[in-house]
């Protein structure tokens, strides 16, 4: 099971780190994703990291803004993200998957879910 928290309404320009408690089953081997979905928007990845040796993916829109990371200890992995801005509002989901490789930017290899937190940036 995947179990996203931290999200809540925040103001532009400050920072935010949403986690991602992974619980139930090992998913060392797994590809950890971040997707988010704003109202009225199909749901968008965001970035993506390996469990195994913590290579990061990331969105063109967000490099730069947006950081993956992983906490082995804890079984969690992370999105922190800088300078928020109003269009960052949205659901943010973390996905497990067992591939690798360009296709980790589309849902599809993910088969595990989170149930999503929102994130709401005021202006």
């Known amino acids: 099971q995947l179990g996203e928290s931290g999200g809540g309404l925040v103001q532009a320009g400050s920072s935010l780190t949403l986690s991602c408690a992974a619980s139930?089953?090992?998913?060392?081997?797994?590809?950890m994703g971040w997707f988010r979905q704003a109202p009225e928007k199909e749901r968008e990845f965001v970035g993506a990291?390996?469990?195994?040796?913590?290579?990061?993916y990331y969105a063109d829109s967000v490099k730069g803004r947006f950081t993956i990371a992983t906490d082995n200890a804890k079984n969690t992995v992370y999105l922190h993200i800088n300078s928020l801005k109003p269009e960052d509002t949205a659901v943010y989901y973390c996905?497990?998957?067992?591939?690798?490789?360009?296709?980790?930017?589309?849902?599809?290899?993910?088969?595990?879910w989170g149930r999503g937190t929102q994130v709401i940036v005021s202006s």
């Open positions: 996905a497990a998957s067992l591939f690798i490789g360009a296709q980790i930017r589309t849902e599809y290899p993910y088969a595990y």
């Open positions: 139930g089953s090992t998913f060392s081997g797994y590809t």
């Open positions: 990291i390996t469990w195994r040796n913590a290579r990061t």
